[in-house]
């Protein structure tokens, strides 16, 4: 019975304390050999307390439309065994308004 977990995912983009023009933000990490699935969790604080992101996926680039400000986001991987590597390292990106883009909420009806 295989109970070796695999290595924590490398994270790749953005880069701790990266400054992207959203709202499309686009979260990158390393492949982990054997990983089956991988959690990926982002959140507007620290400690991770309420996850707006925590969900699985089979890929190693994730696309998300955020609002402006600042997150953190992790990621682990687990292997067709079940074994989980734990988190990778934490990072932190801030999300700025899209340049030459202004929005303006009307409520609707007038």
Do not use: C, H
Request: net charge negative.
């Amino acid at each position: 019975m295989d109970t070796v977990p695999p290595p924590a995912p490398v994270l790749e983009s953005p880069d701790g304390g990266e400054e992207v023009e959203g709202p499309d933000v686009t979260l990158r990490w390393e492949r982990v050999e054997d990983a089956a699935m991988y959690r990926l969790q982002v959140s507007m604080g620290e400690g991770f307390a309420s996850a707006l992101v925590d969900t699985e996926v089979s890929v190693t680039e994730v696309e998300l439309r955020l609002k402006e400000g600042r997150y953190w986001w992790r990621v682990g991987a687990v292997d067709p065994a079940g074994n989980w590597s734990g988190w990778s390292d934490v990072r932190d990106f801030v999300v700025l308004p899209p340049k030459g883009v202004i929005e303006i909420e009307v409520p609707w009806p007038p």
